[in-house]
């Protein structure tokens, strides 16, 4: 009886791996690849524009902070499961709604973006395999990303779209819609990589389209042709893994 409940478990077990999508298991490889659940045993550190950022998260707890200077004095952020808490010179400061949210939304992005693609098997997610696809001579699975309202945040509606390298499996381009702040699209090719304790976080050039109503899926044509602005680059600096 008891090896016929564990061949059960070993069935079950296969049969759940067989039921993922051919999405899910590229991004489950582009996670690994990454660092997979190395991130969640570590607190990572960086600069970013000027700004001090600290990172811990695993499946059931997070904590965000954001420390820089300001003319009022020394200014920090905290973004917790609690919630969000801003200090100066060790004060806590009351803040109306809408300041907490765009600061919240602010210190939660940094994070997000930093971390990618861990975070991507979040069960908010869903994600879509696109097909094949190659840009500047290499490979690359496409992956689609879009969000269930419930349990995906405030830009539930956002939509993505990952280039994962066939060979590595790490991701090399991403591409993004958004809704705050009037909207628009974006483009982000992945220009260094910080390897660190057996993570990577990556730096990146950050383009944007002249129409910026245009769906997500088209940006990969315009980068090809040249049509992108380089709006800004994505560097993260004095990278450190605790």
Known sequence: MRNL??????????????QRTEAEKIIDQAILAHGGEGFEKVKISFDFRNRHYTIFKSQNAFEYTREFNDSIGI??????????????????V??????????????NSVAYFAYLPYGLNDPAVFKTYIGETDIDGKNYHLIKVTFS?????????????????QDSFLMDYLAYSYHTDGGGVRFRKAINRHEIGGLILQDYENYKPMDETIPVEEMEALYKKGELELLSEILLEKVEVE
């Open 149 to 165: 309202e419930e349990g995906g945040g405030e830009d539930f509606d956002d939509e993505f779209l990952f280039w994962i390298n």
């Open 94 to 107: 009351k803040l109306e709604e809408e300041r907490l949210k765009a600061f919240s939304n602010s210190v």
């Open 75 to 92: 200014v920090k952020d905290f973004l917790n499961n609690e919630g969000f808490t801003r200090k100066i010179n060790d004060e806590i």
């Open 5 to 18: 409940f564990i061949l059960l478990i070993a069935f079950s077990v296969l049969l759940s791996c067989k």
